[in-house]
């Protein structure tokens, strides 16, 4: 199939891109963001090309999968068809709802689209309507068992961590830094420890790594720290899992699905989170151990060949 897709979250679409198809991704002269084009910090196939909106008119494309709202008046207007109506469309929601998680109605929920959630908490939570609903988990390409737990520090990835807020669980930081020392990478993390009023020997930050040296790096640590608060269900605590590190998670929307307990800490108490990072940093063998249980749990149930197999599926199903 000819896909056509955003570049919007970069490492889900590094995991749909390794499929057997053609994914046409917009790109813009500014690369702004509805055309951010090809990734730069991950090595994706020769089968991803870059289009401009000008060149989307005249290209066969089998079916649309939409991300934002305003795809779709994009996708007409760069297609000159309407997805959904003059050729297949699904719609895939990366995100929890906002606002009053319980109540909240879909943008998409009138729009005649498939709507794909990648977490059952977040099929759950959306008010979808009379759209068809479809469930595709995550899966990842397998970085390998590289926890080594050389650096007895807490490793966290957290994109945007001071304008988030209590999204990610930053305000928990400075307490989880008293139980372990804290290394936090992602984009936009520079001068996060100075605003906590942590001293570097307690917070360091490491600003947007690429993926390959993001992975060797957070392995080095003894364990990794989620602390969303609310999340879809964030990539970056599956790849630690696939990495086997042992993760000390705060147990909220999709977590508590998603890490056994024998994979170290899930708790919706920081005095628990703490005390496991504590134990972690003193017992490297124990944190061996739980590493090999996330390990084992992730590569169960968020493996690429699964969630590219899914996929298949549901975009046959949208082209029937």
């Known amino acids: 199939m000819r896909i056509l897709i955003w570049h919007l979250h970069g490492s889900w679409l590094n995991s749909f891109v390794q499929g057997p198809h053609e994914y046409l991704v917009p790109v813009t002269p500014d690369r702004g963001p509805f055309g951010l084009g090809r990734a730069r910090t991950w090595d994706w196939p020769a089968s991803v090309q870059e289009a401009a909106p000008a060149e989307l008119a005249g290209e066969p494309v089998d079916v649309v999968v939409l991300q934002r709202p305003g795809e779709l008046d994009l996708a007409t207007a760069w297609l000159g068809r309407v997805p959904g109506r003059d050729l297949p469309a699904v719609y895939l929601e990366h995100n929890a709802p906002p606002g ?82 804290l290394d936090v990478f992602g984009m936009r993390v520079t001068g996060l420890c100075r605003a906590l009023g942590l001293p570097p020997g307690r917070c360091r930050e490491h600003e947007n790594l690429p993926q390959h040296l993001l992975h060797g790096e957070i392995a080095r640590r003894r364990v990794y720290l989620h602390p969303y608060r609310w999340t879809s269900l964030g990539l970056s605590l599956i790849e630690a899992m696939h990495l086997a590190m042992p993760v000390v998670v705060l147990a909220a929307t999709e977590a ?30 124990a944190a061996r151990a739980a590493g090999a249980a ?27």
């Open 294 to 320: 996330a390990r084992e749990a992730a590569c169960a149930r968020y493996s690429l060949k699964r969630f590219l197999s899914d996929w298949d599926e549901v975009l046959r199903e949208a082209c029937q």
């Open 256 to 285: 508590p699905l998603a890490v056994p307990p024998g994979a170290g800490a899930i708790s919706t108490s920081p005095v628990e989170l703490a005390a496991a990072l504590r134990r972690f940093l003193r017992d490297p063998r």
């Open 100 to 181: 009053t998680a319980a109540g909240s109605r879909h943008p998409m929920a009138g729009a005649g689209l498939p709507i794909v959630h990648v977490t059952h908490f977040n099929a759950l939570y959306w008010d979808c309507g009379r759209a068809p609903v479809m469930l595709v988990e995550h899966g990842i390409p397998d970085p390998g068992a590289r926890w080594t737990g050389e650096i007895p520090r807490a490793a966290a990835v957290i994109n945007d961590p001071l304008p988030r807020w209590r999204t990610t669980g930053t305000d928990l930081l400075p307490g989880l830094a008293a139980a372990a020392p």
